[in-house]
């Protein structure tokens, strides 16, 4: 059974050392505290009693398309299935808002692909993604691996 629950409130701050903790060794990007409550509906975790032990993210970006990212898992409860339980949410929820098509910049591209992602040239993606890059602190230096993901083919 899925373990894996909306983000609420309370849970912010766990969430946001469970991401920066792997930013500050360069593994993921870093997320203030303010997006995190702005962006709060668009978080799932994953809770062992009251500790966040594992977050994702499922961001819409347009009317066919969203972003699966900051899916991160606390070092001791890695290799469990969690973070493939977060990504499951995400595309199942994507796929419930009628999405089909759901990509992800990240420095784990494999293990994407075990979720059926597959490689894409960063500039075929739509203009309208490019608008979180402008935040980004790497732009336009960006060092991830692009990846998408198309549930018409896939299911
Ligand atoms: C990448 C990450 C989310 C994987 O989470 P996880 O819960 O350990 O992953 P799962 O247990 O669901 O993995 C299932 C399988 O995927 C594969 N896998 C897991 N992490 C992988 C990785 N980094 N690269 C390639 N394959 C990976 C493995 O085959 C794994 O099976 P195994 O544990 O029996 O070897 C986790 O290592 C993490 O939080 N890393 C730091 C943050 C990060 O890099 N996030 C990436 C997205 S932005």
Same mark, same amino acid.
């Given at each position: 059974m899925s373990q894996v629950e909306k983000a609420k409130i309370p849970d912010v701050p766990q969430i946001h050392k469970l991401i920066n903790d792997?930013?500050?060794?360069?593994?993921? %990007?870093?997320?203030?505290? !303010?997006? /995190?409550? @702005?962006?709060?509906?668009?978080y799932f975790v994953i809770k062992e009693g009251e500790t966040v032990?594992?977050?994702?993210? %499922?961001?819409?970006?347009? !009317?066919? /398309?969203? @972003?699966?990212?900051s899916i991160a898992v606390a070092e001791e409860s890695k290799h469990k299935g969690l973070g493939s339980e977060l990504v499951a949410a995400c595309l199942k929820?994507?796929? @419930?808002?009628?999405?089909?098509?759901?990509?992800?910049?990240?420095?784990?591209?494999?293990?994407f692909k075990q979720h059926k992602f597959v490689d894409i040239d960063k500039m075929e993606l739509p203009?309208?993604?490019?608008?979180?890059?402008?935040?980004?602190?790497?732009?336009?230096?960006?060092?991830e691996t692009a990846l998408i993901y198309h549930a018409e083919e896939t299911t």
């Open positions: 792997y930013a500050a060794r360069g593994e993921m %990007l870093a997320r203030p505290l !303010s997006e /995190l409550y @702005e962006d709060i509906r668009d032990v594992a977050c994702g993210v %499922l961001h819409v970006s347009w !009317s066919d /398309l969203a @972003e699966v990212r929820e994507a796929k @419930e808002l009628g999405i089909e098509t759901v990509f992800c910049f990240t420095y784990q591209p494999d293990f203009r309208k993604v490019w608008t979180d890059c402008f935040r980004c602190p790497k732009f336009p230096n960006c060092d």
